[in-house]
């Protein structure tokens, strides 16, 4: 039995596409370098 669970486990489909928290870690790591940034007169 759970040797046909790993089965399915491995050969199902993908249930989280990181593509697009991918692109929103790194728009936010953006932002942040932005607003971290120091102006010296």
Do not use: F, H, P, V
Not at 1 to 17: F, R, T
Not at 28 to 41: E, G, H, P
Request: hydrophobic share 35%; glycine share 2%.
């Amino acid at each position: 039995l759970l040797m046909e669970i790993d089965d399915k486990w491995i050969a199902g489909k993908k249930y989280l596409d990181m593509s697009e928290y991918l692109q929103w870690q790194e728009e936010q790591k953006q932002i942040n370098d932005q607003s971290n940034i120091a102006y010296i007169r």
